[in-house]
Structure formats: structure tokens, C-alpha cells
């Protein structure tokens, strides 16, 4: 699967590239603005991502407003509910205002910085993303 991954720093970006590389191929966009180009150009060619990790605070366009852009850009075109990219939030920022916006924009999952390994792997797994390696998934269980 496709992963892009929007992040202006460069050490949590290094974090969530690893801790993604299990689930799928991951892009990187350094802003609000490229993350938008390419997420509309993957959109076109048909080959779409299926998972956004969005940092919000960032130069430019912040998560919040690529969320927002990002949405409208599939109402656009006709892209609706389950059949929309599933965004998780990945933030410094655990302000209830923030976190209240976030969801009302439908981002899927929310997650607060420094990251809780645990959670997003039971975040991947809700959104029914699973990883190609066994020690990434700390919610595997025994019965196999
Ligand atoms: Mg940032």
C-alpha cells in the first residue's frame, strides 16, 4: 500500500518512516503544499495513496488545512466515506480545539507526539492496515 507521509522534521520524520516502512511504501512530503501536489497527482495517474500521516504544525499550509483541501479535493471528485484515504493526525499539538478540528474534517485517527508505538499499530490495525513484518504488529496473537 501507499503511505505519504507530510512531516517538516526531519527526526520525527526519520521516526515515522520507520515505524511505517512495515505497512507499505512510504512517500515524503516536507510541506502542506507539496504533500497536496502529490497527493492530487497520485490521485490522477490512479494510483492513489491509501494512508496520509499528517504532522499539523509546519511552514505554509498546516495539517489542518491540507486535511481540509485534501477532503474537498475528493468530494470533488466524487470520492466519499470509505472510499477516501485514511488520514492519521501526528501531532505535538493535544489541544482539545485541535483535536475537535482534526475530527471534524474526518481524519481517522489522531496521535499525539512522541509517539506511542502501541497505539499507532492499534490505529494501523482499526484502519485495517496490516504489517508485512511480525514485530511490527505487537498486537498479534498467539493462536496460530
Ligand atoms: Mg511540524
Given at each position: ?10 527526526v ?15 512517500e515524503?512530503?516536507q ?93 494501523m ?20
Open positions: 500500500m501507499k503511505i505519504l507521509l507530510v512531516e517538516d522534521d526531519i520525527s520524520r526519520s521516526v515515522m518512516m520507520k515505524l511505517l516502512a512495515v505497512y507499505g511504501e512510504i515524503i512530503a510541506n502542506g503544499e507539496k504533500a497536496l501536489d502529490m497527493f492530487f497527482k497520485a490521485f490522477e495517474k490512479k494510483a492513489p495513496y491509501h494512508l496520509v500521516a499528517l504532522d499539523i504544525m509546519m511552514p505554509g499550509k498546516d495539517g489542518q488545512q491540507v486535511l481540509k483541501e485534501l477532503r474537498k479535493f475528493e468530494y470533488d471528485k466524487g470520492v466519499m466515506g470509505h472510499d477516501g484515504v485514511k488520514v492519521i493526525m501526528i501531532t505535538a499539538l493535544d489541544d482539545r480545539k485541535n483535536i475537535l478540528e482534526a475530527f471534524r474534517s474526518q481524519c481517522e485517527a489522531y496521535l499525539t507526539k512522541p509517539i506511542n508505538v502501541k497505539r499507532l499499530h492499534e490505529e490495525t482499526k484502519l485495517g492496515f496490516s504489517s508485512k513484518s511480525e514485530k511490527a504488529s505487537p498486537l498479534k496473537r498467539t493462536d496460530e
